[in-house]
């Protein structure tokens, strides 16, 4: 194993680049807003500011309900909504990785489908709300992103190819029903899938903000970005009202400052950088509790 | 099994970073993507229901006008408009006094409003799927930049001729002929909001360095921007720190765009510099005129000079918080405020800019407007096709025209709690803010008659004669093909590919980055490469056929 521990310059320099690129941005976005009012028309973007200056954070404090509210949302869709994703998709996938499974077949073409092939908004848009009544609800944000057909696939394979079917054999020899070998031997061996499909899933939920553009209408129910999405819109399009309308400019209300969008894209990317290490945990884990061992 | 664990390793070390690839750059795609397609969805599934319901309306309507010439009293309606504004904690209770006056003074109409608005970021979207998804709701708020023509060729919007005549008298005498600006195919598809009717343009300038160089701005009175150079010249030879001049988005659209062409497509339009009076109606290339070459040597003389700001290419450049930040002097070919007794070069104070900044702004106009088809279906209030009683629709929308009380609960919310009259001008109640009274947008332009409006305390009283002294002005100087709107379908392909060369080259060229003599022309010959003499001589087909049936 030794050689394993020697590392490659090339390779590390290709990752440190590659993390420069992803971290500079980030760090640019942090220091925009921590800067003083009006810094960056004084300026223009640096990375270290001439003036630290908490204005923007304090005018979110200052006006802290409705963005609370919103981060509520949030992590209430995004909690729920990926504990019940991965429920629902590991299940379905746990049905088409049995061979046993009579309709396995027909039911993963139904799968692939939706993969393929997608509605178009209007459909969709009219089943939620015309059908389901969803609009203006909860379940409205939580329910269009529960089955994933691709997440789907990713974990059948995980089933098909890393969990011998002998040990299914073994746990219903033993006397597991279907649902205790599922939840007793199938989860705890597929943790390593299961947290890399969550964090694609509470990605998912995190960043969304079309599905409340289109199903909410009550601002108590808009979740974190689409909040953000709705700030940073409404001040655009002021801007361009002033010029396409060519509306006496001086009549249109200021626009939020720079300084605290920046504030408001930190305050909305913490929560998933503070999730993933605690994910990252189940990855180890999952590989070293495998239960048949060489 | 040594080799299973292996496996499974560089499995879920690819699935990782999977993950973190979704996380970062395919939200985005995908996001991009639905909305595109949404769009098209929407305009092929659109018509079918149109067409079925515009028929089933006209009924409604004919039934209607039955029953008022019966003196029969209306049955109780609802009228849901459709706007775009921010969130107003107070809304419910504006509409309650809205429904409160609207039943005390016209009882005989019988009706109610639901304002319903939709955050500015989310208008289109939600619109379309509104539109699409058969939602009722009758008034809407649409402009020509704002997706009216789609609207109409889907056959979303009602045609409202009848309509006008029939409950829209109002709206009829307040504006008369410049209702045809939102005429598609012969028919109205928008009632356009009675406000200014158009804009002048020019230089806003910082007036404490004015001062300090004691600038004389006689010479602009030639309403050429080339006069504008000594200044420019003084104030970098003096203020280092200070670029003398910034444009809005980019210094030669800025300037040319406005005076330089009667535009009707893209590139295209009438130059209106071209004082051959047989040469009116000519159909030419904007890259292509005298006007241009000039403006854009000047920008690029300018841009080495160092006259200009070197970051007009970057995205979202504010030349207003550089002037408050005082690295910037002057904003050429931005739009100015309308005051009284507007004349090119006439230097005025700009009292709302001034007030936003915090310092003095002094503005000189270069041009005037001319009256514009385009203007006049800017800003537009269109009935639904969705709408279960247009006709009433109409007549409240009329009442928007006439009865400034109306007009004001809807602007400015309800007297005492959300603004109280100082001077006859609105001001916030005591110890209230913007933004916590309840009620504050500044709407006034999306809706019915403006100059039956209060002004805000800080502007100038005066400021609706000031528009109506304005009017006067631009009428008096119409374009020679208003009322004219192009049929772009025939060019629809050609307009796309020559949207593209301008997207490569107008960057380079507004922002005096790249040498006209040299780029110029190989832009131009790009372009005709791209199609531009079809859309020329597509333009020039429809420019004459129009004026064959308008005997212009």
């Known amino acids: 194993m030794l050689e394993h521990n020697r590392t490659n310059p090339v390779i590390t320099i290709v990752f440190i680049l590659g993390s420069l690129a992803c971290l500079i941005p980030f760090w640019l976005i942090l220091m925009v807003s921590l800067s003083g009012q009006n810094a960056l028309a004084k300026y223009g973007y640096s990375f270290w500011p001439r003036e630290f200056d908490l204005v923007a954070y304090r005018f979110l404090i200052h006006d802290a309900e409705p963005i609370l509210r919103s981060f509520g949302v949030s992590i209430l869709v995004t909690v729920i909504g990926t504990a019940v994703s991965l429920l629902v998709t590991s299940a379905l996938a746990f049905s088409l990785s049995r061979q046993d499974f009579p309709y396995r077949g027909a039911v993963s073409l139904f ?57 299914i054999d073994s746990a219903q020899i033993d006397g597991a029903s279907e649902y205790r070998t599922y939840f007793n031997i199938i989860i705890p061996l597929s943790l390593p899938v299961l947290a890399t499909i969550g964090l694609f899933t509470i990605v998912g939920y995190w960043n969304d903000w079309f599905t409340s553009l289109v199903f909410i209408n009550t601002d108590k129910l808009y979740n974190l970005q689409y909040f953000l999405y709705n700030t940073l819109m409404n001040a655009q399009y002021l801007q361009s009202v002033a010029d396409k309308a060519h509306i006496d400019a001086a009549s249109l209300q200021v626009q939020p400052l720079e300084e605290l969008r920046m504030a408001m894209a930190i305050i909305a990317v913490l929560p998933v950088a503070l999730v993933f290490p605690f994910l ?11 239960a048949v061992k060489g | 099994m040594h080799s299973i664990r292996k ?26 993507s639905t909305g595109e397609n949404a769009g098209q969805t929407n305009n092929q599934d659109a018509n079918q229901p149109a067409n079925d319901q515009a028929a089933g309306n006209n009924q409604a309507a004919n039934a209607n006008s039955g029953n008022a010439g019966a003196e029969k009293p209306l049955d109780p309606y609802e009228v849901v408009m459709i706007y775009p504004d921010g969130k107003q ?9 809205m429904n409160d006056y609207l039943q005390k003074t016209y009882p005989q109409m019988n009706m109610t409003v639901k304002l319903n608005p939709i955050d ?28 009216f023509e789609t609207q109409v060729n889907k056959g979303a919007l009602l ?13 009829k005498s307040v504006e008369g002929d410049l209702l045809d600006g939102a005429k598609r195919k012969g028919k109205l598809y928008g009632i356009h909001v009675h406000q200014e009717l158009g804009n002048p343009q020019g230089i806003a300038l910082r007036k404490d360095l004015v001062d300090k160089y004691h600038i004389d701005l006689a010479p602009l009175a030639s309403g050429e921007f080339k006069d504008l150079e000594p200044i420019l010249k003084t104030i970098k030879e003096n203020e280092p720190s200070v670029t003398p001049a910034v444009g809005p988005a980019f210094p030669l659209g800025a300037y040319f765009g406005s005076g330089s062409m009667e535009s009707i497509i893209g590139p295209v339009g009438l130059d209106q510099r071209d004082t051959n009076a047989d040469n009116t109606y000519k159909v030419v290339d904007m890259y292509e005129t005298p006007r241009y070459m000039e403006l854009a040597k000047l920008t690029h003389d300018w841009y080495k000079a160092g006259y200009i700001n070197k970051d007009a290419t970057t995205p979202g450049v504010d030349i207003w918080k550089k002037i408050q930040a005082k690295t910037a002097f002057a904003a050429i070919g931005t739009d100015l405020e309308i005051v009284k007794d507007m004349a090119i070069g006439k230097p005025s104070h700009m009292d709302g800019k001034s007030a936003q900044l915090g310092m003095d702004i002094i503005q000189v106009p270069m041009n005037i407007d001319r009256l514009h088809t385009s203007k006049l279906s800017a800003t537009l209030q269109a009935i639904s096709q969705t709408s279960k009683d247009p006709a009433r629709a109409m007549m409240l929308l009329d009442l928007f025209y006439k009865d400034a009380k109306l007009l004001t609960l809807f602007n400015y919310g309800v007297e005492g709690t959300h603004y109280a009259l100082n001077n006859g001008q609105i001001d ?32 100038d009283p005066n400021k609706y004669q000031n528009y109506e002294q304005f009017n006067e002005m631009v009428k008096s100087q119409s374009s020679p093909i208003i009322g004219f709107v192009f049929d ?11 949207g593209k060369v301008q997207s490569t080259y107008d960057p380079g060229l507004q922002s005096g980055q790249l040498d006209p003599e040299k780029d110029l022309p190989k832009m131009i010959d790009k372009l005709k490469a791209a199609g531009l003499d079809k859309i020329i001589s597509e333009a020039q087909k429809q420019i004459d056929e129009w004026r064959a049936a308008n005997g212009k």
């Open chain 1, 111 to 167: 799968v692939l489908i939706t993969m393929l092939f997608g509605g178009g908004l209007l459909p969709w848009y009219l089943v939620y709300t015309k059908f389901l009544h969803l609009q203006n609800t909860l379940f409205a944000l939580i329910v269009p992103g529960l089955l994933g057909a691709f997440n789907v696939f990713i974990i059948r394979t995980y089933f098909t190819t890393s969990i011998p079917p002998s040990l």
């Open chain 1, 280 to 290: 990252q945990k189940y990855f180890v884990k999952g590989l070293t509790i495998g």
């Open chain 2, 7 to 32: 496996g499974s390793m560089l499995a879920s070390s690819l699935l990782l970073s999977f993950a973190l690839l979704a996380a970062g750059c395919g939200n985005n795609g995908n996001n991009g």
């Open chain 2, 89 to 97: 904690n107070d809304l419910a209770a504006v509409q309650t006094a």
């Open chain 2, 120 to 147: 500015w970021g989310a208008y289109t979207d939600k619109l379309n799927l509104m539109m699409s998804s058969g939602e009722k709701f009758d008034l809407l708020w649409t402009a020509n930049w704002m997706n």
């Open chain 2, 159 to 171: 045609p409202l001729d009848e309509l006008v005549d029939q409950y829209g008298p109002d709206i």
């Open chain 2, 428 to 459: 916030l109640p005591q110890g209230k803010t913007k933004d916590n009274v309840g009620f504050y947008h500044d709407n006034q332009w999306q809706l019915g008659n403006q100059m039956l409006n209060f002004t805000r305390l800080g502007e």
């Open chain 2, 488 to 498: 772009s379908e025939p060019v629809k392909n050609e307009l796309i590919a020559v």
